[in-house]
């Protein structure tokens, strides 16, 4: 539980404000020092009772400004806050402080032909709306892309619909430019571009405060909601494998889920014939005569074909894929947890059936494709039913002798996470914009020696990436 900040620089604060929106209301810290952390069984008790002091809704980046400079001033920690949707309490204020909501911050600043610019805090959904009509559309988004903000996305995840065709966010050429404001009395203004974008990509805001937000797009294609069933989960993975290698093949998602996943869907278990395992997708209509190959050659059916957002499952495909899968899962029972396993790019098919054979009598396997660091791989693990940390960290340690790495999200803190390197370049930009080390407070890797910590950690190895160039140079400095 955080303890309450001394009210006096919380007065000096709220004193600096003026009309800017915020509130100190018990109901509304509450709501608002909240993400979606309770998907995690083990998060649930580990995030209780940590409250904001104070919640403030900038509308403008000069108000922002303005925010940032009087935290600064009266060294009040810094939570940034988008739509809080994050599922590992990356928005979660660990130490009290301000909550800063960027919602208001919103907008689409630029396009040009390939790239889009926006503010942190308009709603992805609304940059595709926005750039769609010009043939348009960002490469890939999260599942919640209808609710979550660019800003949070970039700063609290990895991948998405869209990573199967395109790779993960961290891969070169997936985000064209950030700007980040620093914390200080007087904030600056910072424009990181190339490899250094990684610095700040998935920092859960530790190192900068991102305030715009530049990403590459691609053609807005037809896409066709596929919802396809296998008589068993090998076939399923066999053709999520050979489609995703097919790379003429135009594909946004492909989530394979096992037996009986589906029936934890009312919307969706109508249409897949009992026992049976299924594959959900978004392909480009132009692709269809390929993927139903594919798919008669897996001994697959495609049980529904229709236009994206037009199913007779109420909402969009993607909501029943990616991070949205677990919520609808814990509607059935709210002890389901899963892992965040990386499963190895050789030997892929196998790997996933090892794993499904070896968990069989655990839970059923669900699954996510994509490529990363320019091979295809896939994430995911069983779905089973959490009974302790210690059968997670059981599960965890066996998952990583079959060959998968692990990242933790069931943590708020980055090295307990493993899933974003925290290096020297990483550390000294955070020294440089947050010379007070007021943003996310102990969840960076400088802050991290800390009871969230040894509360979350697993035995899990992290995931590991291609080194840049500066990378590499650090190594051998090392």
């Known amino acids: 539980m955080s303890e309450p900040l001394d009210?006096?620089?919380?007065?000096?604060?709220?004193?600096?404000?003026?009309?800017?929106?915020?509130?100190?209301?018990?109901?509304?810290?509450?709501a608002k020092s909240r993400d979606r952390f309770a998907q995690s069984p083990l998060l649930r008790e580990v995030?209780?009772?940590?409250l904001a002091d104070v919640y403030i809704v900038p509308a403008t980046k000069d108000e922002l400004r303005t925010v940032v400079a009087s935290c600064a001033r009266h060294r009040i920690p810094i939570t940034v806050r988008g739509g809080g949707t994050g599922q590992f309490g990356q928005g979660v204020p660990l130490t009290g402080g301000a909550v800063i909501d960027v919602t208001g911050i919103t907008g689409v600043v630029g396009q040009r032909l390939g790239t889009v610019r926006a503010l942190c805090g308009t709603l992805i959904a609304d940059i595709d709306a926005e750039i769609r009509p010009t043939g348009w559309e960002l490469r890939m988004h999260p599942s919640t892309t209808r609710k979550a903000t660019i800003g949070g996305y970039l700063a609290g995840g990895h991948a998405g619909i869209g990573s199967c065709q395109w790779g993960i966010l961290r891969d070169r050429g997936n985000i064209t430019a950030l700007e980040v404001m620093t914390v200080e009395e007087e904030p600056r203004l910072i424009?990181?571009?190339?490899?250094?974008?990684?610095?700040?990509?998935?920092a859960y805001g530790a190192n900068g405060i991102i305030t715009e937000v530049e990403l590459p797009t691609a053609p807005a294609w037809d896409w066709q909601e596929l919802v396809i069933s296998f008589p068993a989960f090998a076939g399923a993975a066999r053709f999520a494998v050979d489609v995703c290698e097919s790379e003429g093949v135009l594909k946004k998602v492909v989530s394979p889920q096992q037996?009986?996943?589906?029936?934890?869907?009312?919307?969706?278990?109508?249409?897949?014939?009992?026992?049976?395992?299924?594959?959900?997708?978004?392909?480009?209509?132009?692709?269809?005569?390929?993927?139903?190959?594919?798919?008669?050659?897996?001994?697959?059916?495609?049980?529904?074909?229709?236009?994206?957002?037009?199913?007779?499952?109420?909402?969009?495909?993607?909501?029943?894929?990616?991070?949205?899968?677990?919520?609808?899962?814990?509607?059935?029972?709210?002890?389901?947890?899963?892992?965040?396993?990386?499963?190895?790019k050789t030997g892929l098919y196998e790997s996933i059936m090892r794993v499904c054979e070896e968990f069989a009598n655990l839970g059923p396997t669900h699954i996510e494709m994509k490529r990363i660091d320019g091979g295809l791989a896939a994430q995911g693990s069983p779905v089973w039913d959490f009974t302790g940390q210690e059968q997670l960290a059981a599960i965890t340690a066996r998952l990583q002798e079959l060959g998968l790495t692990i990242a933790n999200t069931h943590t708020p803190?980055?090295?307990?996470?493993?899933?974003?390197?925290?290096?020297?370049?990483?550390?000294?930009?955070?020294?440089?914009?947050?010379?007070?080390?007021?943003?996310?407070?102990?969840?960076?890797?400088?802050?991290?020696?800390?009871?969230?910590?040894?509360?979350?950690?697993?035995?899990?190895?992290?995931?590991?990436?291609?080194?840049?160039g500066a990378e590499q140079n650090e190594e051998v400095l090392r």
Not at 13 to 27: N, P, Q, T
Not at 302 to 313: D, K, N, Q, T, V
Not at 425 to 433: G, I, N, P, S
């Open 7 to 30: 009210p006096g620089p919380i007065r000096d604060l709220v004193a600096d404000l003026g009309d800017i929106e915020h509130s100190v209301d018990d109901r509304v810290l509450r």
């Open 47 to 50: 995030m209780r009772g940590r």
């Open 191 to 202: 424009e990181l571009t190339g490899d250094d974008v990684n610095i700040v990509h998935h």
């Open 259 to 344: 037996h009986p996943l589906p029936t934890l869907y009312p919307d969706l278990a109508q249409l897949i014939p009992a026992g049976e395992s299924m594959v959900l997708m978004l392909a480009a209509a132009q692709s269809m005569p390929n993927v139903e190959d594919l798919v008669a050659d897996n001994g697959g059916v495609i049980r529904h074909r229709g236009a994206e957002g037009a199913g007779p499952y109420r909402l969009p495909l993607y909501e029943y894929t990616w991070g949205h899968s677990m919520m609808h899962f814990q509607r059935t029972n709210r002890n389901l947890i899963g892992l965040l396993a990386l499963y190895p």
């Open 413 to 468: 803190t980055l090295r307990a996470g493993g899933m974003k390197p925290w290096a020297r370049a990483e550390a000294e930009f955070k020294r440089r914009v947050d010379p007070y080390g007021l943003l996310a407070q102990g969840k960076s890797d400088d802050q991290t020696d800390n009871d969230v910590t040894r509360a979350t950690e697993l035995p899990n190895s992290g995931w590991s990436y291609r080194l840049t």
